[in-house]
């Protein structure tokens, strides 16, 4: 079975519809999110739609926990304060029931799914060897996949040896098979890696094969959206850049 990986969505339709649309032309059976369908974007009601119609997993992010108050909104960044507050007012009541429903960590086909890491599954970043270190003696599967980062990247570790590491650009083919792993499919919505298309990954169960796929998307549509709703512009700049 191919599984579609996709996370942090946060409320950008314009990329969420134009990564389906890409899965959709792919051999994957299932799509499997790891969270934040909502915050800082402009379109949380259609995401958390695309996500229920479309996903057989689905994870809870910070961003998701924040709106349905079960975070504080002082661990956030301005910007992310102000849109999870704004999401507070704008969502449908049905959305925001959906994302009460949802954890931030999960088990699927001896994979473990996690928003953030094994160690923290809603906050921490795993962007370094040490911590991907840290966080394969804690996992409970050989192969965990992360979102949170807005990075696609990769560690591995082998027997007798440390974890090592890198970010993942598309079309990166990872042989899974032997050692342990923690795989990030990088960010939908909103990437952090410089390059501004919608990041995720295609995984094959049965071969233990990862690869790694960007998908354009109209970033001018989805940062007008966000000036529209009249979010912080910082929010919508950064699309641009992949930031």
């Known amino acids: 079975m191919k599984v579609a ?3 942090d969505i946060h409320a950008n339709r314009h990329a969420f519809e134009a990564a389906l649309e890409a899965i959709a032309a792919s051999d994957a059976s299932e799509l499997w999110c790891l969270g934040d369908l909502v915050g800082y974007g402009a379109e949380p009601d259609a ?28 661990d956030f960044s301005r910007g992310a304060s102000l849109a999870a507050k704004w999401t507070q007012e704008v969502i449908a009541p049905h959305n925001l029931d959906f994302l009460k429903t949802l954890s931030a960590e999960t088990h699927e086909a001896r994979v473990g799914l996690y928003h953030a890491s094994p160690r923290d599954p809603v906050w921490e ?35 007798g040896t440390l974890a090592t590491g890198e970010p993942r650009r598309e079309g990166s083919e990872l042989d899974i098979a032997a050692g342990e792993w923690l795989l990030n499919p990088g960010s939908v919505g909103q990437p952090r890696d410089g390059d501004p298309r919608a990041s995720w990954l295609l995984l094959d169960l049965d071969r233990l094969k990862a690869s790694y796929k960007r998908t354009a998307y109209d970033v001018a549509g989805a940062a007008a959206a966000i000036r529209a709703a009249r979010l912080p512009d910082s929010l919508a700049e950064r699309l641009e850049f992949g930031q």
């Open 125 to 159: 970043y795993v962007l370094s060897a040490l911590v991907a270190e840290l966080c394969l003696d804690a996992q409970r599967d050989r192969v965990c996949l992360v979102g949170h980062s807005h990075v696609a990247l990769s560690f591995e570790r082998h027997e």
């Open 5 to 7: 990986v996709i996370s």
């Open 47 to 74: 995401c958390v739609e695309l996500a229920c119609e479309h996903a057989a997993v689905c994870l809870a992010g910070n961003h998701d926990l924040a709106v349905t108050g079960d975070v504080p909104l002082d």
